[in-house]
């Protein structure tokens, strides 16, 4: 359902390694999950026990792949190894670690300190886990499947939104307490989700132009240069994705009355950034 083009014996050999790597212990070298963490500490410490069982979740979600790209199938993963090393760290996706003062994904500072990836590489394989996660929100219901929020989704990973149904898949049956009886569901599950996306037409969608630029924006909606004209594109793009028109006027007058919802939004935002920064000056 999900493999394409040999991709199977590029899997393969890649998870060949890791498991021989975990089975001699020498893991940690690779991938030095556990030291990075005492050096860069996590932002919620309830993600401990997680952490604990990430080895688990990548052998289990790397065999996954392996097995659900062994049979032919045309559909599927583009990048073999961006999409087994997210494989062997989606264990840890959603912890943050402080960095800096900043919240920084515990998969990017493993990539960048551990493996000295390349930017690209680490750029890749964070977008596919942090796309797993909305496509497992797809299956699961929390979020609908509908043609706006995939197109959303689809226009962060593009052309590896494929990679990131199968990373998805792969992930959901390597969680504990997957019950052995439903596995055949869950996988049919996200091959269903892959096909509906391709009948709403939203492969490519990352191509899509939008109808008003920034500058048309502040001329038509009368407002001035900040953030709230990035949340009207971003607005602009839902209309273009749930609506399919081009009609310029229609979408002028949504992005109307819009506009005062979003600018409340950032001067809201600024608001509370301006406040803290006060308390951090008060307290020192």
């Known amino acids: 359902m999900f493999a394409s083009n040999g991709n199977s014996l590029g899997c393969k050999k890649i998870y060949r390694a890791f498991q021989l790597m975990h089975r001699f212990n020498v893991l940690d070298t690779v991938l030095p999950v556990e030291s990075l963490i005492a050096a860069f500490p996590a932002v919620d410490s309830s993600h401990s026990t997680i952490v604990d069982r990430w080895q688990d979740i990548a052998l289990l979600s790397m065999s996954t792949i392996v097995r659900l790209t062994d049979d032919g199938d045309p559909f599927g993963a583009?990048?073999?190894?961006?999409?087994?090393?997210?494989?062997?760290?989606?264990?840890?996706?959603?912890?943050?670690?402080?960095?800096?003062?900043?919240?920084i994904s515990l998969t990017t500072i493993v990539l960048r300190e551990g493996l000295k990836m390349e930017t690209n590489s680490i750029r890749n394989i964070q977008t596919m886990m942090d796309c797993m996660a909305e496509f497992c929100s797809f299956q699961s219901g929390i979020?609908?499947?509908?043609?706006?929020?995939?197109?959303?989704?689809?226009?962060?990973?593009?052309?590896?939104?494929?990679?990131?149904i199968l990373l998805a898949a792969a992930y959901s049956l390597a969680l504990p307490g997957v019950d052995s009886s439903k596995v055949s569901n869950i996988i049919a599950?996200?091959?269903?989700?892959?096909?509906?996306?391709?009948?709403?037409?939203?492969?490519?969608?990352?191509?899509?132009?939008?109808?008003?630029?920034?500058?048309?924006?502040?001329?038509i909606l009368g407002l001035p240069k900040g953030p709230a004209v990035g949340l009207l594109m971003e607005e602009q793009t839902r209309w273009q994705l749930r609506e399919c028109s081009e009609d310029v006027n229609a979408l002028c007058e949504y992005l109307k009355e819009k506009a005062p919802e979003l600018v409340g939004v950032v001067e809201g935002q600024q608001g509370l950034e301006k406040g803290s920064k006060k308390l951090k000056k008060s307290k020192s």
């Open 189 to 219: 599950g996200f091959g269903e989700m892959l096909k509906e996306i391709e009948k709403m037409g939203l492969d490519g969608i990352w191509n899509m132009k939008p109808l008003l630029n920034g500058s048309e924006l502040i001329r």
């Open 143 to 164: 979020v609908k499947l509908s043609r706006e929020n995939a197109g959303m989704v689809l226009r962060t990973c593009k052309d590896l939104w494929r990679d990131c």
């Open 78 to 103: 583009a990048n073999v190894k961006d999409l087994m090393w997210a494989a062997s760290l989606c264990g840890l996706s959603g912890i943050k670690v402080l960095e800096k003062n900043k919240h």
